[in-house]
């Protein structure tokens, strides 16, 4: 088995790309949706986003990241994959700040900390059982 | 009326997850194409479709920064289901991380 296909089927690993695609879905939503031109009537559906490009290659990570999701479920259990795919909610607001230029307030900063320590507390022990194997 | 949303938005997407991961472990056993398998599958997409659609007309009605908190509140719900109706173990660096998972992301939310 080559390194690389090993590291492709690592469910751990594909958890990862799930946040990524997820992470990369949000960001390009937004940037679509901005780049949508409103029309009077039609703005709650959201529906003339589609004439964005951005949107369509947002929906295809949108895919990407369901079907990595489903391979995550088959080999990690729901308790400890649920609470650490939780890290969208850091890596959603680092991209703002990295790629839109979007400001984040001290306490924001304070509550992606919190998030940043809890994943930690939920991967550690796991980390140690990896480590054994 | 919306209180009531927000509690099948919730219910759903705890379920959704519940039957997706039983979808996954039966295929391991039984393959994709059995029947069970299949209607575990589908049910579970269907709830988190169906949350999808409730969370945009909750939208509607709320701002993102009241409704964004009650999502954080999904992470310890699905770590209790589990370990409820999948039989998953619970220990406690678990119930504490997704304990601090949850209170961050309410005060992400909040600024």
């Not at chain 2, 979808?23 to 269907?46: I, K, P, Y």
């Not at chain 2, 709320?62 to 409704?67: I, V």
């Not at chain 2, 619970?90 to 949850?102: F, T």
Request: net charge positive; proline share 3%.
């Amino acid at each position: 088995m080559s390194d690389a296909f090993r590291w492709s089927t690592n469910p751990w690993f594909v958890l990862v790309l799930e946040a990524i695609f997820v992470t990369a879905s949000e960001v390009l939503l937004k940037v679509g949706a901005s780049k949508t031109r409103r029309v009077e009537g039609w703005e709650w559906t959201g529906l003339m986003s589609l004439a964005s490009i951005w949107i369509w290659v947002a929906i295809v990570f949108v895919i990407l990241s369901f079907i990595c999701w489903i391979y995550v479920l088959r080999h990690i259990p729901l308790s400890i994959a649920f609470p650490l795919s939780n890290v969208v909610h850091v890596l959603v607001p680092l991209s703002c700040w990295i790629f839109l230029g979007e400001h984040i307030s001290e306490t924001r900063w304070c509550g992606i900390a919190i998030v940043v320590f809890g994943i930690a507390v939920v991967a550690r022990p796991i980390a140690k059982i990896e480590e054994k194997l | 009326m919306a209180i009531f949303i927000f509690i099948i938005e919730i219910a759903s997407v705890v379920a959704g997850q519940l039957w997706l991961k039983r979808a996954m472990e039966e295929s391991n056993r039984l393959g994709f194409r059995d029947r069970r398998v299949l209607t575990l599958f589908l049910s579970g997409v269907a709830s988190l479709t169906i949350s999808f659609f409730l969370t945009i007309a909750l939208l509607q009605h709320f701002d993102l920064s009241f409704f964004y908190p009650i999502q954080g509140s999904t992470v310890v719900l699905i770590v209790l289901a589990a370990v409820v109706f999948l039989r998953e173990k619970l220990s406690l660096p678990l119930l504490l991380g997704s304990l601090l998972i949850s209170i961050g992301i309410v005060i992400v939310s909040l600024s």
